[in-house]
């Protein structure tokens, strides 16, 4: 739960009325986190940088969660663009945005 409401506030700080996520992005955020969670202490503790450690999990660990999760925060009514890949890098953003968050909470804990 506090995985949820943490991506509910980046998501709330990175677009207008985001607070209000479906419950088909409440699961996937879940599912996210449900594999991110065991990455992360190794992760924090071996990765350099936030950014590497970001594109290593979202890219590799748990690929198809963050692609799921991607395609559905990009269907989103409050991205206001004008392309399609505009809206898959906002999306983009705000998943690798609190991916940071957490390893840096796990680094800053550990």
């Known amino acids: 739960m506090k995985y949820v409401l943490a991506s509910v506030l980046t998501l ?3 677009i207008p009325a985001a607070a209000e996520l479906s419950q088909r ?9 449900s ?27 748990c690929v198809d969660e963050h ?6 925060i990009a269907r989103r ?4 663009t004008t392309t399609v890949s505009e809206s ?12 940071k968050l957490w390893i840096y909470m796990t680094r800053r804990d550990g």
Not at 35 to 57: K, Q, Y
Not at 77 to 80: I, V
Request: charged fraction near 25%.
């Open 12 to 14: 709330a700080s990175t």
């Open 25 to 33: 992005e409440r699961e996937l955020w879940a599912v996210y986190h």
């Open 35 to 61: 594999c991110l969670d065991p990455h992360l202490p190794d992760v924090a503790r071996h990765v350099p940088s936030l950014e590497e450690g970001a594109d290593l999990i979202a890219e590799s660990l």
């Open 67 to 72: 692609t799921e999760l991607l395609n559905e």
């Open 77 to 80: 009514p409050t991205f206001k």
């Open 88 to 99: 898959f890098g906002q999306a983009l953003f705000v998943i690798k945005r609190d991916t």
